[in-house]
Nanobody
């Protein structure tokens, strides 16, 4: 059974940092691209970042570029999202997604499993 379990969310002040983790199990983690997406209150899903199966070619949305970094540790079956200089508009539930493929993409239909999400709230 595929499982994706996010952790690391919480309440942080503007300008602060958080690191999200996604522990994966039930599949060969190193064979699939992974992604982070988010849903802000009252808004639709927004792709945040993705990374290919080997950990190369990370890609991120313009809204987070230079502040967020996606990475993975295939030996630990874990995906990460380092979030720096957080802004109130980053407040959202963040989800970890497993791709059907080796290469990452921004298309939601390319992903077949989601985690339960972790809440990130940026507020003073």
């Amino acid at each position: 059974e595929v499982q994706l379990v996010e952790s690391g969310g919480g309440l942080v002040q503007p300008g602060g940092s958080l690191r999200l983790s996604c522990a994966a199990s039930g599949f060969t983690f190193s064979s699939y691209a992974m992604s982070w997406v988010r849903r802000a209150p009252g808004k639709g899903l927004e792709w945040v970042a993705d990374i290919d199966s080997s950990g190369n070619n990370p890609s991120s949305a313009d809204s987070v570029k230079g502040r967020f970094t996606i990475s993975r540790d295939n030996a630990k079956n874990t995906l990460y999202l380092q979030m720096n200089n957080l802004k109130p508009e980053d407040t959202a539930v963040y989800y970890c997604l497993k791709s059907r493929y080796i290469l990452g993409s921004t298309r939601h239909e390319d992903y077949d499993y989601w985690g339960q999400g972790t809440q990130v709230t940026v507020s003073s």
